[in-house]
């Protein structure tokens, strides 16, 4: 989400900027654009990324620059937050953000919570949940829950019908988002684009959640706790 930040201190500028007293001065607005994406410019050394870009806009505008110096001084300290924020702060996607919300809502779900695992698209897990079905989220998340037990799998068939009862587990999986496609002029066909599966030990008592979503046409294992 670091555009989406930039933007806003663009903006923010801009904001500034506007509400300044200015000398007349050609090209101003795009010398000052020019100024904030200096950041983008910048030096590693060893472990350490030095603004480049700014430093020399600095320099230039201090040697070169007869009108607005002011303003473009608060413009590259503007454009400093940029880079301070490209260079120390994670980047967060949006989905992280939503996935970030759903973790939460299902850890309020538990007294005691022993582990929260996230996964991307491409991660090694989603392959392999895929080893015996790669449709059923039933299947993928009783496969995933077995293979972190050290319990050995026999066939799919086992998995359906067998193990609940041979591991004395508790086995559910409901839909909790699904959209419609319109098959003709008159009706139209639902089909899940969201999963969550649920496991109780009876033996034990621990229960274990997983999220599935599909994307791209791809059912994908999105978090397990």
């Given at each position: 989400m670091h555009y989406i930040i930039l933007i806003a201190i663009l903006l923010l500028l801009t904001v500034v900027l506007l509400t300044k007293e200015k000398e007349k001065?050609?090209?101003?607005?795009?010398?000052?654009?020019?100024?904030?994406?200096?950041?983008?410019?910048?030096?590693?050394?060893?472990?350490?990324?030095?603004?480049?870009?700014?430093?020399?806009a600095f320099i230039l505008v201090i040697k070169f620059s007869k009108y607005n110096r002011s303003l473009k001084h608060l413009t590259l300290l503007f454009s400093?937050?940029?880079?301070?924020?490209?260079?120390?702060?994670?980047?967060?996607?949006?989905?992280?953000?939503?996935?970030?919300?759903?973790?939460?809502?299902?850890?309020?779900?538990?007294?005691?919570i022993e582990y929260v695992k996230i996964f991307s698209n491409d991660a090694v897990i989603q392959e392999k949940i895929k080893k015996y079905d790669e449709d059923?989220?039933?299947?993928?998340?009783?496969?995933?829950?077995?293979?972190?037990?050290d319990i050995s799998i026999k066939d799919k068939d086992w998995l359906l019908y067998d193990s609940h009862d041979?591991?004395?587990?508790?086995w559910q999986?409901?839909?909790?988002?699904?959209?419609?496609?319109?098959?003709?002029?008159?009706?139209?066909?639902?089909?899940?684009?969201?999963?969550e599966d649920?496991?109780?030990?009876?033996?034990?008592?621990?229960?274990?959640?997983?999220?599935?979503?599909?994307?791209?046409?791809e059912i994908y294992v999105k978090l397990c706790n």
């Open positions: 001065e050609n090209f101003f607005w795009g010398k000052i654009l020019i100024l904030f994406s200096t950041f983008l410019l910048s030096l590693e050394i060893g472990f350490v990324r030095i603004p480049l870009g700014i430093i020399i400093l937050v940029g880079f301070m924020l490209i260079q120390f702060v994670p980047s967060t996607e949006l989905n992280d953000v939503l996935y970030s919300k759903e973790i939460y809502n299902q850890m309020d779900r538990f007294e005691t059923s989220t039933d299947i993928m998340f009783k496969t995933y829950m077995l293979m972190e037990n041979e591991l004395n587990f508790y999986s409901q839909t909790t988002e699904s959209e419609k496609i319109r098959t003709s002029e008159t009706s139209s066909r639902s089909y899940g684009i969201a999963w649920y496991i109780r030990d009876n033996n034990t008592g621990e229960e274990y959640i997983g999220v599935f979503k599909r994307e791209n046409d």
